[in-house]
């Protein structure tokens, strides 16, 4: 059972360059999440799609953008990356359709580890 | 500033022992979360607590809410290195907000 996959797994960019992560879940869930994961902070959501056709701002959403391709995928996308975004991203996945009426459980892929150098 | 405060952050036991771990908010959360993440892979729910003062057990871990829904409690009995891992609290209110979490290593 794949569950959220995320490609990829590891990345090494330099100062300016843009890149895509990719997301993709198997289990006919309605919402899905970025989240970045950094020492000491925890997980500090990005952005959010509640449903197909809809995406909204999270914790900290300077420097990314996402596209909620279809229900099954979610790209976020840094268009041109600094050292600061280095860290290791989660995409995340979830049954209901709202993240404020999130009391459910959230699924998780394996993560992406970027470097900006 | 973190919303949720989780203690202590670093934890290094022998297997055998007992422990707790705490998350501390001065928010209300209408429900709160644990999951433990291990190396190289993403966070894994746990449990949910939902009612003030309320308890489950799963196992050898037992998840305490607080009466005033602001804080939480993990405790393990008699832990194994299985239980190694970083553990992660999230609050929901009008959002979920997460924890550092405690990094738990248990020594053979």
């Given at each position: 059972n794949a569950g959220v996959t995320?490609?990829?797994?590891?990345?090494?960019?330099?100062?300016?360059?843009?890149?895509?992560?990719?997301?993709?879940?198997?289990?006919?869930?309605?919402?899905?999440y970025w989240y970045r994961q950094d020492p000491g902070m925890g997980l500090r959501l990005i952005y959010y799609?509640?449903?197909?056709?809809?995406?909204?701002?999270?914790?900290?959403?300077?420097g990314y953008n996402v596209s909620r391709l279809n229900k099954r995928e979610f790209s976020l996308r840094l268009e041109s990356a600094a050292p600061s975004q280095t860290s290791v991203y989660f995409c995340a996945s979830s049954r209901f359709g709202s993240q404020t009426a999130n009391t459910g459980e959230l699924f998780f892929g394996e993560g992406s580890r970027l470097t900006v150098l | 500033t973190q919303l949720l405060e989780q203690s202590p952050q670093f934890l290094s036991i022998q297997e055998g022992e007992n422990l707790t771990v705490y998350c501390n908010s001065s928010s209300v959360f209408s429900s709160l979360q644990w999951y433990r993440?291990?190396?190289?892979?993403?966070?894994?729910?746990l449990v949910t607590v939902v009612t003030g003062g309320e308890v489950?057990?799963?196992?050898?871990?037992?998840?305490?809410?607080?009466?005033?829904?602001?804080d939480s409690s993990l405790h393990i009995t008699a832990a194994q290195p299985g239980d190694t891992g970083l553990y992660l609290c999230a609050g929901v209110?009008?959002?979920m907000r997460f924890g550092a979490g405690t990094r738990l290593t248990v020594k053979p």
């Open positions: 995320q490609t990829p797994k590891f990345q090494v960019l330099k100062t300016g360059q843009s890149m895509t992560l990719q997301c993709a879940q198997d289990m006919n869930h309605n919402s899905m799609s509640a449903s197909e056709g809809t995406t909204d701002k999270g914790e900290v959403p300077n | 993440q291990e190396p190289g892979e993403g966070p894994v729910l489950k057990k799963l196992k050898r871990l037992t998840f305490q809410f607080g009466d005033a829904r602001k209110n009008n959002d």
